[in-house]
Protein backbone atom coordinates (compact mmCIF):
# COMPACT_ATOMS: atom_id res chain seq x y z
CA UNK A 1 0.00 0.00 0.00
CA UNK A 2 1.51 3.35 -0.89
CA UNK A 3 2.71 5.87 2.09
CA UNK A 4 0.47 8.94 1.64
CA UNK A 5 1.60 10.72 4.48
CA UNK A 6 4.22 13.57 3.18
CA UNK A 7 8.19 12.49 3.88
CA UNK A 8 10.00 15.44 5.36
CA UNK A 9 13.80 15.61 5.63
CA UNK A 10 15.52 17.61 8.16
CA UNK A 11 18.90 19.39 8.62
CA UNK A 12 20.35 22.22 10.41
CA UNK A 13 24.23 23.90 10.89
CA UNK A 14 24.34 23.07 14.49
CA UNK A 15 24.62 19.24 14.73
CA UNK A 16 21.82 17.00 15.20
CA UNK A 17 22.11 17.08 19.31
CA UNK A 18 21.26 21.13 19.02
CA UNK A 19 18.19 22.10 20.98
CA UNK A 20 16.70 23.33 18.31
CA UNK A 21 16.84 20.61 15.49
CA UNK A 22 15.14 18.31 18.24
CA UNK A 23 12.48 20.55 18.69
CA UNK A 24 11.54 20.85 15.41
CA UNK A 25 11.81 17.13 14.29
CA UNK A 26 9.09 16.36 17.56
CA UNK A 27 6.72 18.97 15.88
CA UNK A 28 6.76 17.60 12.64
CA UNK A 29 6.01 14.12 13.23
CA UNK A 30 2.32 14.50 13.49
CA UNK A 31 2.62 16.17 9.97
CA UNK A 32 4.86 13.20 8.45
CA UNK A 33 7.35 10.86 8.06
CA UNK A 34 10.45 12.92 9.50
CA UNK A 35 14.32 11.51 8.33
CA UNK A 36 17.23 14.26 9.93
CA UNK A 37 20.42 14.08 8.02
CA UNK A 38 22.17 16.30 10.10
CA UNK A 39 26.00 17.48 10.81
CA UNK A 40 27.54 15.90 13.72
CA UNK A 41 28.69 18.94 15.24
CA UNK A 42 28.50 22.74 14.65
CA UNK A 43 28.74 23.53 10.98
CA UNK A 44 27.44 27.35 11.39
CA UNK A 45 28.36 29.83 8.60
CA UNK A 46 29.14 27.23 5.74
CA UNK A 47 26.63 28.60 3.60
CA UNK A 48 26.32 26.29 0.72
CA UNK A 49 29.52 24.73 1.42
CA UNK A 50 30.36 21.23 -0.37
CA UNK A 51 33.12 18.49 0.76
CA UNK A 52 35.23 17.79 -2.04
CA UNK A 53 38.54 17.01 -0.15
CA UNK A 54 37.98 14.28 2.12
CA UNK A 55 35.51 11.28 2.18
CA UNK A 56 31.82 11.77 4.18
CA UNK A 57 31.00 9.62 6.96
CA UNK A 58 27.86 8.69 7.19
CA UNK A 59 25.89 6.71 10.33
CA UNK A 60 21.99 5.82 11.76
CA UNK A 61 21.71 7.27 15.49
CA UNK A 62 18.06 6.53 16.11
CA UNK A 63 14.99 4.95 14.77
CA UNK A 64 11.23 5.01 16.68
CA UNK A 65 7.83 4.95 13.77
CA UNK A 66 7.74 8.06 11.88
CA UNK A 67 11.25 9.23 12.89
CA UNK A 68 15.00 8.57 11.62
CA UNK A 69 17.72 10.32 12.53
CA UNK A 70 21.28 10.21 10.73
CA UNK A 71 24.64 12.20 11.36
CA UNK A 72 27.01 12.94 8.56
CA UNK A 73 30.72 14.43 8.81
CA UNK A 74 30.06 16.64 6.22
CA UNK A 75 28.15 20.20 5.51
CA UNK A 76 24.64 20.91 6.18
CA UNK A 77 24.37 21.18 1.97
CA UNK A 78 26.23 17.87 2.17
CA UNK A 79 23.83 16.04 4.27
CA UNK A 80 21.12 17.20 1.74
CA UNK A 81 22.92 15.58 -1.01
CA UNK A 82 23.95 12.60 0.90
CA UNK A 83 19.98 12.26 1.91
CA UNK A 84 18.71 12.14 -1.15
CA UNK A 85 21.12 10.18 -2.53
CA UNK A 86 21.50 7.39 0.11
CA UNK A 87 18.76 7.65 2.63
CA UNK A 88 15.36 8.63 1.68
CA UNK A 89 13.46 5.35 -0.59
CA UNK A 90 11.11 8.38 -2.11
CA UNK A 91 11.38 12.13 -3.08
CA UNK A 92 11.02 14.13 0.26
CA UNK A 93 7.68 16.58 0.00
CA UNK A 94 9.41 18.84 1.67
CA UNK A 95 13.31 19.82 2.80
CA UNK A 96 13.32 22.30 6.31
CA UNK A 97 16.41 23.44 7.68
CA UNK A 98 16.16 24.31 11.99
CA UNK A 99 15.51 25.55 14.48
CA UNK A 100 18.52 27.73 13.91
CA UNK A 101 20.47 28.94 16.93
CA UNK A 102 20.70 32.79 15.21
CA UNK A 103 19.11 34.86 13.21
CA UNK A 104 19.48 34.54 9.53
CA UNK A 105 17.74 38.08 8.17
CA UNK A 106 19.23 40.39 5.86
CA UNK A 107 22.74 39.49 4.40
CA UNK A 108 23.13 36.98 6.79
CA UNK A 109 21.15 34.85 4.62
CA UNK A 110 24.20 34.24 2.45
CA UNK A 111 26.80 33.16 5.38
CA UNK A 112 23.92 30.66 6.82
CA UNK A 113 24.51 26.86 6.55
CA UNK A 114 20.56 26.83 7.71
CA UNK A 115 20.16 28.55 4.35
CA UNK A 116 22.98 26.36 2.53
CA UNK A 117 19.74 22.97 3.73
CA UNK A 118 16.75 24.89 2.44
CA UNK A 119 18.86 26.22 -1.14
CA UNK A 120 20.17 22.67 -1.81
CA UNK A 121 16.55 21.19 -1.79
CA UNK A 122 15.56 24.19 -3.58
CA UNK A 123 17.91 23.45 -6.16
CA UNK A 124 16.78 19.99 -6.52
CA UNK A 125 13.06 21.09 -6.81
CA UNK A 126 11.91 20.73 -3.88
CA UNK A 127 9.88 22.68 -1.30
CA UNK A 128 12.09 24.42 1.27
CA UNK A 129 12.03 26.24 4.63
CA UNK A 130 14.56 27.56 7.00
CA UNK A 131 13.38 28.47 10.26
CA UNK A 132 15.96 30.28 12.78
CA UNK A 133 15.27 31.69 16.34
CA UNK A 134 17.12 35.04 17.24
CA UNK A 135 18.66 33.53 20.03
CA UNK A 136 21.88 31.47 20.04
CA UNK A 137 21.44 29.97 23.61
CA UNK A 138 22.04 26.49 23.67
CA UNK A 139 18.90 25.98 25.69
CA UNK A 140 16.75 28.62 24.02
CA UNK A 141 12.72 28.28 24.58
CA UNK A 142 11.38 27.76 20.94
CA UNK A 143 8.09 26.51 21.89
CA UNK A 144 6.19 30.48 20.58
CA UNK A 145 7.63 29.21 16.90
CA UNK A 146 5.88 26.22 17.03
CA UNK A 147 2.27 27.20 16.17
CA UNK A 148 3.64 29.22 13.34
CA UNK A 149 6.15 26.63 12.19
CA UNK A 150 3.10 24.29 11.79
CA UNK A 151 0.80 26.27 9.95
CA UNK A 152 3.73 27.78 7.48
CA UNK A 153 4.41 23.89 7.06
CA UNK A 154 1.06 22.91 6.32
CA UNK A 155 0.59 25.91 4.24
CA UNK A 156 3.56 24.63 2.11
CA UNK A 157 2.69 20.83 2.02
CA UNK A 158 -0.93 22.11 0.85
CA UNK A 159 -0.14 24.88 -1.76
CA UNK A 160 4.02 24.19 -2.35
CA UNK A 161 6.32 26.68 -3.56
CA UNK A 162 7.34 27.82 -7.09
CA UNK A 163 10.21 26.25 -8.60
CA UNK A 164 13.51 28.26 -7.32
CA UNK A 165 11.76 29.81 -4.79
CA UNK A 166 12.81 29.04 -0.64
CA UNK A 167 10.76 30.32 2.32
CA UNK A 168 13.35 32.24 4.96
CA UNK A 169 11.51 32.57 8.26
CA UNK A 170 12.98 34.01 11.40
CA UNK A 171 11.68 34.52 15.00
CA UNK A 172 11.96 36.94 17.27
CA UNK A 173 13.58 36.03 21.07
CA UNK A 174 10.37 36.52 22.56
CA UNK A 175 7.62 34.70 24.59
CA UNK A 176 4.70 36.10 22.51
CA UNK A 177 5.32 37.73 18.99
CA UNK A 178 3.24 40.78 17.22
CA UNK A 179 2.50 38.92 14.85
CA UNK A 180 3.61 37.40 11.67
CA UNK A 181 4.95 39.82 8.31
CA UNK A 182 5.95 38.95 4.77
CA UNK A 183 9.08 40.71 4.22
CA UNK A 184 12.00 41.62 1.84
CA UNK A 185 15.15 40.92 2.81
CA UNK A 186 16.87 43.99 4.79
CA UNK A 187 19.96 45.79 3.69
CA UNK A 188 23.06 45.53 6.27
CA UNK A 189 26.62 44.61 6.71
CA UNK A 190 28.95 43.63 9.25
CA UNK A 191 31.30 46.07 10.92
CA UNK A 192 34.45 45.85 12.97
CA UNK A 193 34.66 41.59 11.86
CA UNK A 194 37.92 41.11 13.21
CA UNK A 195 39.88 41.24 16.39
CA UNK A 196 43.55 41.16 16.04
CA UNK A 197 46.25 40.06 18.50
CA UNK A 198 49.95 39.12 18.70
CA UNK A 199 51.18 35.68 18.65
CA UNK A 200 53.60 35.09 21.56
CA UNK A 201 55.80 33.08 19.36
CA UNK A 202 55.36 36.23 16.93
CA UNK A 203 53.18 37.30 13.79
CA UNK A 204 49.65 38.21 14.49
CA UNK A 205 46.17 36.09 14.42
CA UNK A 206 42.46 37.49 13.86
CA UNK A 207 39.50 36.06 15.45
CA UNK A 208 36.43 36.76 13.65
CA UNK A 209 33.64 38.69 15.35
CA UNK A 210 31.82 42.19 14.51
CA UNK A 211 28.59 43.65 14.76
CA UNK A 212 25.91 43.84 12.28
CA UNK A 213 24.72 47.41 11.34
CA UNK A 214 21.17 47.46 9.72
CA UNK A 215 21.10 49.91 6.82
CA UNK A 216 17.24 49.81 6.97
CA UNK A 217 14.77 51.54 8.31
CA UNK A 218 11.59 50.43 6.08
CA UNK A 219 8.46 48.04 8.15
CA UNK A 220 8.55 45.49 5.10
CA UNK A 221 12.45 44.77 5.68
CA UNK A 222 13.09 41.79 7.88
CA UNK A 223 15.29 43.12 10.18
CA UNK A 224 13.44 45.61 11.34
CA UNK A 225 10.09 43.44 11.53
CA UNK A 226 11.81 41.61 14.10
CA UNK A 227 13.43 44.23 15.83
CA UNK A 228 9.35 45.00 16.34
CA UNK A 229 8.64 41.76 17.58
CA UNK A 230 7.29 40.29 14.51
CA UNK A 231 8.09 37.11 13.02
CA UNK A 232 9.05 36.83 9.27
CA UNK A 233 8.65 35.09 6.31
CA UNK A 234 11.34 36.04 3.43
CA UNK A 235 10.91 34.50 -0.07
CA UNK A 236 14.33 33.52 -1.19
CA UNK A 237 15.43 32.51 -4.76
CA UNK A 238 18.14 30.50 -6.45
CA UNK A 239 18.79 32.44 -9.37
CA UNK A 240 20.66 35.23 -8.44
CA UNK A 241 20.21 37.17 -11.82
CA UNK A 242 19.70 40.79 -11.79
CA UNK A 243 16.77 41.27 -14.32
CA UNK A 244 16.89 45.17 -14.18
CA UNK A 245 21.15 45.21 -14.63
CA UNK A 246 20.93 42.26 -17.66
CA UNK A 247 18.74 44.63 -19.73
CA UNK A 248 21.12 47.91 -19.35
CA UNK A 249 24.50 46.20 -20.00
CA UNK A 250 22.36 44.53 -23.26
CA UNK A 251 22.65 48.56 -23.90
CA UNK A 252 26.69 48.91 -23.18
CA UNK A 253 29.41 49.14 -25.49
CA UNK A 254 31.51 46.62 -24.59
CA UNK A 255 33.82 45.26 -26.78
CA UNK A 256 37.51 43.94 -27.39
CA UNK A 257 39.97 46.85 -26.28
CA UNK A 258 42.68 47.34 -29.24
Known amino acids: MKNERPLILVSN ?21 VIVVAPHTGRSGKGC ?29 DCIKLACHTV ?3 RPSLI ?8 NSA ?37 PTLPYIRSIVRNVLDKGLPYGSCLNVN ?20 INEWEGHTHPRG ?13 DTSADADRVALDNNYATITPTRI ?7 LDELKEWDIHPEQ
Open 239 to 245: DFTDYKL
Open 203 to 215: GNWYWLTGSFECC
Open 107 to 143: VNAHYSGTMGVVIEGCMKGIPSIAFSLCSHDEDADFS
Open 96 to 103: IGGINHGD
Open 88 to 90: VER
Open 13 to 33: DDGYLAKGINVLMRALVELGD
Open 171 to 190: FPDSPQYAGIKVCRQANGQW
Open 49 to 77: AITSEIPVKLWQISEEPGLKVYACTGTPS
